[in-house]
């Protein structure tokens, strides 16, 4: 099967916390991306980041950092300090090369209150 | 052009009517792809093209939808006959060549029928 999971709906914290988004994975390929994007209220999608299954290395850009895991199939992603922008539906996805299109999962709805 | 720009950003159409959804790719990406995201849910694939040529159509939820590429560029998606269920927002997404480049999206359709 070629699965995204994320079995989070919907979280809330209170601004400042920190807060994991968490991703699992599904694919027969051997040779695959994974993405994260940031849908906020206004609709539209922004791209997150791109890994490729070569790469295990961990990342951080900014408050944002991103933990690869290929032993568990998961790529989970990190909030550290939330803040109130930070509110909106992340949806984590695959792409594996057999396939020419993107595999998402159903989306984690994150509110940041203040 | 800088993104992807679909039009309209919001369309209200009775029950019965057929609608054209346009979809106009960054410049050079040859593929071009299109999503559907009904209120809370996630992102459903509808179709591919790469080129003027839609290799996977599969995700097309009935013979009311067709969609179209012409010159490698603009698409079109049509729904004829529209149904109250076809209320979702449809995206449409860009990327360079292949998928696993990363999809660029537009902001959206957001088509509601009444």
């Known amino acids: 099967a070629q699965k995204v999971t994320q079995a989070q709906t919907e979280i809330s914290v209170v601004e400042k916390e920190d807060v994991t988004l968490d991703c699992v994975y599904e694919t027969r390929d051997t040779t695959y991306y994974l993405f994260w994007y940031k849908q906020p209220p206004s609709g539209e999608l922004v791209f997150l980041i791109r890994r490729n299954s070569f790469d295990e290395q961990n990342e951080i850009s900014g408050r944002y950092s991103w933990n690869f895991q290929k032993s568990t199939s998961s790529f989970n992603f990190t909030i550290t300090a939330s803040q109130v922008v930070d509110s909106a539906v992340y949806f984590c996805?695959?792409?594996?090369?057999?396939?020419?299109?993107?595999?998402f999962g159903p989306g984690t709805s994150l509110s940041v209150i203040p | 052009g800088a993104g992807v720009s679909q039009s309209p950003s919001n369309k209200v159409t009775e029950k019965g009517k057929d609608v054209e959804l346009r979809c106009d790719p960054i410049s050079g990406h040859t593929a071009l792809y299109w999503y559907r995201q009904s209120l809370g849910q996630g992102l459903e694939f509808l179709i591919y093209f790469q080129g003027n040529s839609a290799p996977d159509k599969s995700g097309l939820p009935s013979d009311r939808f067709s969609a179209e590429r012409t010159g490698g560029s603009v698409s079109t998606l049509t729904i004829q006959r529209t149904q109250q269920e076809d209320s979702a927002v449809y995206l449409c997404a860009s990327s360079l060549v292949r998928v696993n480049y990363g999809y660029t999206f537009g902001s959206g359709t957001r088509l509601t029928v009444v």
């Open positions: 996805a695959l792409i594996p090369t057999s396939y020419d299109k993107v595999i």
